[in-house]
């Protein structure tokens, strides 16, 4: 079935260095993207989105890859500070009948140490 | 003030109990969404509404309905409540194209005992 998939759901980084959280996801029909950050107590936060016409969008200290050959996300993060732990989501919206609707990985737990 | 309100934030109701959250959204929205959150899980979609009029089931719809009052308020029941029920709900809005985002509400962490 469509299902969106994260590869390591643990990341441990120091802080200053730069974290790659991965992302996998099986519908080939699907046309939008989009990374969540969710800190502890909290709902969902948006980060940075990308549409299927694009491999590559840049925010703030944030950038979005996206190969869809091989059906994968990746989120970076530069220079990665202790205020960026938190939980990690993609998701993706696959258009059609689900237009509108985003199906969500599992998350990562991204930990930044001082 | 928040753009997605839920309330209540925390709950604890016993098995067999009907329940209701309620969730109210400020940023003039068409479209909401309720989600559970279990560990390791992540979100996933309970029901969801485009309009006023328009309610979909999600993919864990069995146990649960709910009402769209408005166009700012969109509510969840748990007819009757069960342990395996317990769990962290999120509503969301979002307005549609061009953009998908989705703008969470800060929660409700549900206990069934």
């Known amino acids: 079935g469509e299902s969106v998939g994260l590869h390591l759901p643990t990341l441990s980084v120091q802080e200053g260095d730069n974290s790659i959280i991965n992302c996998a996801y099986s519908?080939?029909?699907?046309?939008?993207f989009i990374w969540y950050k969710q800190e502890s107590g909290k709902g969902p936060q948006f980060i940075i989105d990308i549409r299927s016409n694009m491999d590559k969008r840049q925010g703030q200290r944030v950038t979005v890859l996206l190969n869809k050959t091989v059906k994968h996300l990746s989120l970076q993060i530069a220079a990665t500070q202790p205020g960026d732990s938190a939980v990690y989501f993609c998701?993706?919206?696959?258009?059609?009948?689900?237009?509108?609707?985003?199906?969500f990985g599992q998350g990562t737990i991204l930990t930044v140490h001082p | 003030d928040a753009d997605v309100t839920q309330t209540p934030r925390n709950r604890i109701t016993k098995t067999g109990k009907r329940i209701m959250l309620e969730c109210s959204q400020t940023?003039?929205?068409?479209?909401m969404y309720w989600y559970r959150q279990d560990p390791g899980l992540g979100l996933r979609l309970i029901y969801y509404?485009?309009?006023?009029?328009?309610?979909n089931k999600g993919e864990i719809s069995d146990g649960y309905s709910v009402s769209r009052q408005a166009q700012a308020k969109f509510s969840l029941s748990l007819e009757s409540a069960i342990p395996n029920q317990t769990a962290l709900y999120f509503c969301a809005t979002s307005g549609g194209a061009p953009s998908y985002e989705q703008y969470f509400g800060p929660g409700t962490r549900l206990t069934v005992t």
């Open positions: 940023k003039g929205h068409d479209r």
């Open positions: 519908n080939s029909a699907s046309d939008y």
């Open positions: 509404s485009f309009d006023v009029k328009d309610i």
């Open positions: 998701a993706e919206n696959a258009g059609g009948t689900s237009y509108g609707k985003l199906t």
